[in-house]
């Protein structure tokens, strides 16, 4: 895949997903799991190419079986692997999840003594392809720990098309809210724009009212403001408007990918260029089809299927 046809790069946190094949049941009580690809910025990459955009992920796994799965994985989805590198001691991170539908989700990270997209590097990007892609989307979970942190600050730096930092909040992740807010508004100021919940605009603002906190993040220097407000909807602001689109009815059960495909089809309107209202709908429809299943990467959404529920059909 020649590095000028990128649309989408994304960078940092990748994980093998065991989900619980035993619904409304606490850790100790699960029987089986159900392995899945994993990690935000990863399930945006396998989201944006599940809507035919030749995507790319830049990540580091262990010299383990998981870290050869994850890559077998991404291949399969059809994700470039070129930036997925191996860390020679540090283990492919493992996530399990309690499922207690509709609004609990409990997770435990495996990510000690440190994970390998924590490990990634400045001097190891390519600034070249981060330059040419149409777009490249960085997350707040790998500001927490450097090298990481660097190099997420070069790559929103270096790239040239649309620059999206997703918020992505990960409080076990941080010594203190204080500290992720001064580096969330650090890589705010380097974006054109900046996606969160209602909760991780809170902790970069310091204010729960989400058309204040847009503004204040709008002050630091992007031009769109997108806040995902859960089965209310998602608003988006610029400097002369505020957009609303309401949620999407849907029986929830695993709510975990959500956001993540949320993500990767505000990636594709985004390079489609469409008006804020569309793309929002685009967002929610793709969002709730996510929150309908079980798994993250496996269960990202096709156009047609996000069209069908933009459209009215029922989830």
Avoid at 55 to 77: C, M, N, P, Q, S
Avoid at 109 to 134: I, V
Avoid at 196 to 222: I, Q, S
Avoid at 232 to 250: C, H, K, T
């Amino acid at each position: 895949m020649p590095t000028r046809d990128l649309d989408v790069i994304t960078l940092g946190r990748v994980s093998v997903d065991l989900y619980p094949e035993q619904v409304g049941v606490p850790l100790a009580e699960v029987r089986s799991f159900a392995k899945s690809l994993g990690g935000s910025p990863t399930n945006v990459a396998v989201g944006a190419s599940r809507l035919g955009r030749r995507a790319a992920v830049i990540t580091k796994v262990g010299d383990d079986g998981f870290g050869v799965y994850v890559r077998r994985a991404l291949e399969g989805f059809g994700v470039d692997t070129r930036w997925v590198g191996v860390h020679a001691t540090l283990r492919t991170p493992l996530v399990f999840c309690e499922i207690f539908p509709p609004d609990r989700f409990p997770l435990l990270f495996y990510r000690q003594p440190k994970a390998p997209d924590l490990e990634l590097r400045a001097d190891e990007l390519d600034r070249d392809a981060l330059s040419r892609a149409r777009l490249v989307w960085t997350t707040g979970s790998a500001l927490s720990e450097e090298p990481s942190r660097s190099a997420t600050l070069a790559a929103l730096a270096a790239a040239r098309g649309i620059r999206v930092h997703d918020l992505d909040h990960r409080p076990t992740f941080w010594p203190s809210v204080r500290a992720a807010r001064d580096l969330a508004r650090e890589a705010v100021r380097l974006a054109t724009v900046v996606v969160g919940n209602t909760e991780e605009v809170e902790m970069a603002t310091g204010t729960a009212d989400p058309a204040l906190g847009a503004a204040r993040l709008l002050e630091l220097g992007p031009e769109v403001i997108v806040v995902k407000r859960g089965d209310e909807g998602a608003s988006a602001f610029d400097r002369e408007r505020r957009v609303d689109a309401p949620g999407v009815r849907v029986d929830v059960l695993c709510a975990l990918g959500a956001g993540d495909a949320f993500g990767a089809a505000l990636c594709h309107a985004l390079l489609e260029g469409w008006e804020l209202e569309r793309t929002l709908r685009f967002a929610n429809a793709a969002g709730a089809i996510v929150a309908s299943r079980l798994a993250c990467a496996d269960a990202m959404p096709t156009i047609g299927e996000i069209e069908l529920v933009v459209g009215g059909a029922r989830v």
